[in-house]
T-cell receptor, first 110, second 118 residues
Framework: AQSVTQLGSHVSVSEGALVLLRCNYS??????LFWYVQYPNQGLQLLLK??????LVKGINGFEAEFKKSETSFHLTKPSAHMSDAAEYFC????????FGQGTELSVKP | EAGVVQSPRYKIIEKKQPVAFWCNPI?????LYWYLQNLGQGPELLIR????????DSQLPKDRFSAERLKGVDSTLKIQPAELGDSAVYLC????????????????FGPGTRLTVL
């Protein structure tokens, strides 16, 4: 069975600081992995996806994620946080259907 | 290009009442999904349609939930009767296709319908 675990339900960073949101997956076959962002009262928006091409995936809004098979991880990073990055972030794995993690709420302090 | 449209955005009903949610996917998208999102959790798939056929409804509580996608475009999700525990956000998403074993197409989500059952 596939699943994802997001470590830390809340992450708080200062504006300009590094953002690191952690995601570990469990899959018996090479997975497809996704990061979505959800702003208050809105639907989910795709940030980036890994589909077995390059292991370092660049997404929108300056985010990127690296697929590490040996660590079964797909952590999301951004070098410099902006106030507008405050939102809920979801990691998801897909082998036919999307299975989401429980989400990480990112707060950005001025 | 218009995104996934859902209505209503908010709905408040009393328990045991029926409720329906409507979704219009992105034009040309064959695959349509309904997700349930409880507070503080990630979305969970309720049902997936390929055109007008429900190809995965294993997580849909069929005693009270039903869905349809007539003509393979718009879709309606219904709950009858609603229970207190149904209070959640119901998300609709669509994608070009979801080929078995192939690369998954990007799913585009609507804004959701927030249901409150009193």
């Amino acid at each position: 069975a596939q699943s994802v675990t997001q470590l830390g339900s809340h992450v708080s960073v200062s504006e300009g600081a590094l953002v690191l949101l952690r995601c570990n997956y469990s899959s018996s076959v090479p997975p497809y992995l996704f990061w979505y962002v959800q702003y208050p009262n809105q639907g989910l928006q795709l940030l980036l996806k890994y589909t077995s091409a390059a292991t370092l995936v660049k997404g929108i809004n300056g985010f990127e994620a690296e697929f590490k098979k040996s660590e079964t991880s797909f952590h999301l990073t951004k070098p410099s946080a902006h106030m507008s990055d405050a939102a809920e972030y979801f990691c998801a794995v897909s082998r036919g259907k999307l299975i989401f993690g429980q989400g990480t709420e990112l707060s950005v302090k001025p | 290009e218009a995104g996934v449209v859902q209505s209503p955005r908010y709905k408040i009903i009393e328990k045991k009442q029926p409720v329906a949610f409507w979704c219009n996917p992105i034009s040309g998208h064959n695959t349509l999904y309904w997700y349930l999102q409880n507070l503080g959790q990630g979305p969970e798939l309720l049902i997936r349609y390929e055109n007008e056929e429900a190809v995965d409804d294993s997580q849909l509580p069929k005693d009270r939930f039903s869905a349809e996608r007539l003509k393979g475009v718009d879709s309606t999700l219904k709950i009858q009767p609603a229970e207190l525990g149904d209070s959640a956000v119901y998300l609709c998403a669509s994608s070009l296709s979801q080929l078995a074993g192939g690369r998954p197409d990007t799913q585009y989500f609507g804004p959701g319908t927030r249901l409150t059952v009193l």
